[in-house]
């Protein structure tokens, strides 16, 4: 299983970034996903999670309506839109298969892309 992340870049504060997220190795159509994010001493966060066939989008509280999660499974794909960032938005962030509650990873995890929200 492998997940290559991409689209990180850095950024100034209120822009916005696409992030990609390409899985292999398993079938990604089966799968929920979520996106993730992290900053050095702290835990692994959750930011948004996508069903399977049916694509529904799950966000925190914190963070509807500034991220768009999407799915393409004939791409074996998951997106992360990411608009009005913020400097807190600065974080490596992951994508995973998912299984119960949108943050249970259920594989080992890619090098992940890093956004930087700077001015």
């Known amino acids: 299983v492998k997940f290559v992340e991409s689209g990180g870049n850095l950024v100034q504060p209120g822009g916005s970034l696409r992030l990609s997220c390409e899985a292999s190795?398993?079938?990604?159509?089966?799968?929920?996903m979520s996106w993730f994010r992290q900053t050095p001493g702290k835990e692994r966060e959750l930011v948004a999670g996508?069903?399977?066939?049916?694509?529904?989008?799950y966000y925190p509280d914190s963070l509807i309506g500034r991220f768009t999660i999407s799915r393409d499974n004939a791409k074996n794909t998951v997106y992360l839109q990411m608009n009005s960032l913020k400097p807190e938005d600065t974080a490596v962030y992951y994508c995973?298969?998912?299984?119960?509650?949108?943050?249970?990873?259920?594989?080992?995890w890619g090098q992940g892309t890093q956004v930087t929200v700077s001015s």
């Open positions: 995973n298969a998912i299984r119960g509650n949108w943050r249970t990873n259920i594989f080992d």
């Open positions: 190795g398993f079938t990604f159509s089966n799968y929920g």
């Open positions: 996508i069903s399977t066939y049916s694509g529904t989008p």
